[in-house]
């Protein structure tokens, strides 16, 4: 006799939580005449009770400018503001996101100062910093308001819009994290000036990701400015960090999968490789530059596969190389590098989707990799920067 079997009683009801994402250019936010730190903290009602706030610092960014730590304390200094209980620093770059006593001690600092749902925690960095120090905050309470400072090129494009935050363990990047839509990301483009030369530019390889993959009108714009971006000038590049800032917003916003349920993620363009070799590399690349040795590598082998045409593929190559970034490395010879793509693979959630290029302003998705022309890929990257 054959059975039956019904689905359980079912209550089912689909909503959906609206969310404000603010991304506010200015600069010197920290002058008190600049009235944006006020308008940012503006208290929701007169009667709410006063909120708090600790600050965390990227120890490059106190490096460089020397006098932040008393400019914050002063600036936070007012009734109208939250209290400013505690400035943390920690170091920047990959370092903050490896050592979780780093995170237990941005946690210890919200557990101490009583810092609520309602207060804030305030991170000025670059994007490693801000991903390490928005996990603790998201995690802290379920959620604890977050502010980021955008401190370096590639966090002002790019790093700070998005809805993540993470740090690395198992040697994976990433591996740990969550997803908190911060109250605002306020970029000062006073904080460009200190960068070094290497920071500088590497945030620039995710303008010409994001420009490959929708706009070739942009990527028209960013080749026509790269080697005035490379030697650092700030009136070509504030353009390029501006569309690129509004372009991965309207991605987030708009493009339906904000907290990456589906298996597509378009702008991880160049990523699979680029997060295997930072952890191969020990991290001595930069993020920056890992993604434009990815972008490279997967053009050159959209390319072989006979998706790029040739001239596309050599004006992706010219603007990196010109806009002083690294187009190969060693690295990617090392056979770790193709674990990476099953690493990728899980890191998703599902098959492995990969975004290749039809032509410059064109992404397709794939959902396998031929690794025999991968490697072809890779010597021909070898042999173009000999």
Not at 54 to 73: F, K, N, W
Not at 191 to 219: N, P
Not at 232 to 257: F, V
Request: glycine share 8%; with cysteine.
């Amino acid at each position: 006799m054959s059975s039956t079997h019904s689905i359980a009683h079912e209550i089912r009801n689909d909503f959906g939580v609206p969310f404000t994402h603010r991304l506010l250019f200015d600069r010197d936010v920290l002058d008190p005449a600049n009235p944006l730190v006020d308008a940012v903290f503006e208290r929701e009602h007169d009667d709410a009770p006063p909120a708090g706030m600790i600050v965390v610092i990227d120890q490059g960014l106190a490096d460089a400018r020397p006098g932040i730590q008393e400019a914050i304390s002063k600036r936070f200094f007012g009734s109208a503001l939250p209290e400013l209980r505690e400035i943390i620093l920690i170091p920047g770059g990959e370092a903050s996101k490896n050592d979780p006593a780093i995170i237990d001690r941005i946690l210890e600092s919200i557990e101490r100062h009583r810092i609520d749902r309602r207060s804030y925690v305030s991170i000025f960095g670059g994007g490693a910093v801000l991903d390490a120090a928005g996990f603790a905050a998201s995690t802290a309470h379920r959620g604890v308001r977050i502010v980021r400072f955008a401190s370096t090129v590639l966090s002002q494009l790019d790093a700070a819009i998005g809805v993540k935050n993470g740090v690395n363990r198992f040697e994976k990047k990433n591996f740990i994290g969550s997803f908190d839509v911060p109250v605002a990301v306020i970029c000062d483009e006073a904080m460009l000036d200190s960068l070094d030369q290497r920071t500088w530019r590497e945030g620039f390889s995710e303008a010409v990701k994001i420009a490959c993959l929708q706009d070739a009108s942009f990527f028209g714009s960013i080749a026509d400015s790269a080697d005035l971006i490379r030697e650092g000038d700030l009136d070509a590049a504030r353009p390029i960090i501006r569309r690129c800032a509004k372009m991965h917003l309207e991605h987030i916003a708009n493009g339906g999968d904000p907290f990456e349920r589906l298996e597509a993620r378009p702008l991880d363009f160049g990523h699979w490789s680029a997060h295997r070799l930072e952890s191969m590399s020990g991290f001595d690349l930069n993020h920056g530059e890992a993604v434009a040795i990815g972008i490279c590598l997967d053009s050159t082998y959209s390319h072989l596969i006979g998706r790029l045409d040739k001239a596309a593929f050599e004006r992706i190559i010219d603007v990196m190389t010109r806009l002083g970034l690294p187009i190969t490395h060693p690295l990617l010879s090392d056979d770790r590098l193709i674990a990476g793509l099953e690493e990728f693979r899980e890191h998703l959630g599902g098959r492995l989707t990969i975004t290749l290029l039809e032509e410059i302003g064109r992404g397709v998705d794939v959902h396998e990799m031929d690794l025999d022309r991968v490697r072809d890929a890779i010597s021909v990257l070898d042999s173009i920067a000999g």
